[in-house]
């Protein structure tokens, strides 16, 4: 399993919260990483934001 910057986790996640109705497969092969990496770094990435809200 490759080990992404988490720069370059937090640009993808980024990347996929800017486009509406981009799928993560459609960002992941842009970028050219496995789909799973966008999905676990954007899953975490809400999770973060929720407890900074609440």
């Known amino acids: 399993m490759k080990h ?3 720069e370059f986790k937090a640009d993808a996640v980024a990347l996929h919260q800017s486009r509406p109705g981009a799928t993560i497969r ?3 092969a842009d970028l050219g990483v496995n789909p799973e990496m ?3 770094d954007n899953a975490s990435s809400h999770r973060r934001a929720r407890t900074h809200t609440e």
């Open 38 to 40: 966008v999905v676990t």
């Open 26 to 28: 459609s960002v992941a």
């Open 4 to 6: 992404y910057p988490p």
